[in-house]
Every structure is written in C-alpha cells, then in structure tokens.
C-alpha cells in the first residue's frame, strides 16, 4: 500500500495553475472527512459561526475539501511555509460555500495570539501530518496552543501515524519512521503515551481514536 507521505516532496505532487495536489492528500480527505462528520457540529444556535483553525494547512486541499460539507463554520488554514500561502489562497477563493477564510502565516511553536487569536476562542483545532514531519517542539506547540486557545470543552483533531507504547506497527511504518530520521533527526512517529502525557500538561484528554486506511489514526483531544 502506498506509504501515506503527504507532503515529502518526491516528484509526484503537482502543480495545476497555482494550486497543489498532494496525492497523499487527495487520498486520505475522504476517510478524514468521515471522522469530522462525528465530531463537528456545523448548526449551531450562536451568533458567530464555529471556527476550525488548522495547523500546517500544507496544499490547502484539507480544509478545501471539507468545508463544503460545513457550510456554517468558519475554516482558517495556516502555514508556516509561506510558499505555501499561494496554493491555500488557491483553494479558499475557489470555496464554493464560500466559509474558507484567507490563510495565515502561523508557526505553532509561537503563542496563538501573536498572530490575532484570542485564549478561549477557537471551536475546533486540526493538524495533519505535522506532529511527524517536525521537530518535538512543533507538537509541544501545538498541544500548548489547543490548551490555551480552545474554548472549553472544544476538540482538537490530529491525523497522522503513530507509535503505541513505544511499538510502532506495521513494518511499513518502521521504515517510514526510519526514513524520516534520516531525512531529518529531529523528526519521527510520536507516541501516543507520551501525547496523552503532553494533552494532560495542557488541559486535554484524549477522547477517541480512529483508526484509518494505510496505518494511520485520527486521534480526538478534548479541552477540560
Ligand atoms: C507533511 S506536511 C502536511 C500538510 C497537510 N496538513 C497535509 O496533511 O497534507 C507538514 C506541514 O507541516 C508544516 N509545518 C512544519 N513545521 C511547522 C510549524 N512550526 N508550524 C506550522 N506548520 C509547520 C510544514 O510547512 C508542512 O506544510
């Protein structure tokens, strides 16, 4: 089965126009999208829609492919790339609902705020791929910011490949792990003990875990 690499550029993404097309992307949208579809509440009876803010937006094509399934929530993409800027813009000012806000040059290992957001104002974080393909201190960032810049009781959404008790399953993944040190020491599976020990540090509980097609799982974080 085709490793799930999303943006590792390899050769095989393209660019159509202005906009990227990660096949790893196109690939796991759908199976994501059936997991939002639990946890997201698009009607809601406030006065200002949800917000989802997601992490390390990459190409763009995640939240370009979910917000039409929620017409009534905001989507604010983020990348610290600012190469990337140009393919998210790409996919928001094509959004046929329209709910996709222009993208933000965010890292995550920086204090939310700096970039306008408030603490307890966020309806739903999401990250794909990034707690893998990035130094620890991104996933320490990111935990930190869901923990402070979520509302209570607001969910983050993370999707990617993980380690179990230090036990990183199948081969396939050991040798993605493995690929990725050398690509990068500093990069690797992270484990979900040690995850559920950093979500307590910052006020979220893990909720649920969904396992997904090519070894991957989506993991559900709740904010106390
Ligand atoms: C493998 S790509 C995933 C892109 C997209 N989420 C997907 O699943 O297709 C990892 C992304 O993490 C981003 N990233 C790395 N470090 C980051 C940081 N400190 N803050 C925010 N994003 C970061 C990279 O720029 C890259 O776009």
């Keep these: 089965m085709a490793q799930d690499v999303a943006c590792i550029f390899s050769g095989e993404e393209s660019i159509r126009n202005q906009k990227l097309i990660y096949p790893a992307a196109s690939r796991n949208q759908d199976p994501i999208l059936q997991v939002l579809k639990r946890f997201i509440i698009s009607d809601t009876e406030d006065e200002e829609s949800p917000l989802f803010l997601e992490i390390a937006s990459g190409s763009g094509q995640h939240v370009a492919y979910f917000a039409p399934h929620f017409p009534g929530v905001r989507f604010q993409p983020t990348e610290v790339d600012d190469n990337l800027l140009g393919s998210i813009t790409y996919y ?14 965010v890292d995550i290992c920086t204090k939310l705020s700096a970039y306008g957001f408030q603490e307890n104002s966020v309806d739903y974080m999401y990250c794909a791929n990034m707690i893998h393909i990035s130094p620890y201190e991104c996933t320490i960032g990111l935990f930190q910011n869901a923990g402070n810049y979520l509302k209570p009781d607001a ?15 199948p081969d396939s993944n050991v040798q993605f792990d493995a690929s990725l040190k050398a690509r990068n020491a500093s990069w690797g599976l992270r484990d979900i003990v040690d995850l559920v020990k950093l979500a307590e540090q910052n006020n979220l509980t893990l909720i649920d875990t969904v396992e997904m097609p090519a070894n991957n799982k989506t993991l559900i974080w709740k904010k106390n």
């Design 92 to 105: 928001a000012k094509n959004c046929t609902t329209k709910n996709i806000l222009l993208p933000k040059l």
């Design 155 to 169: 969910l983050m959404i993370t999707y990617g490949p993980y380690s179990k008790d230090g036990v990183i399953t």
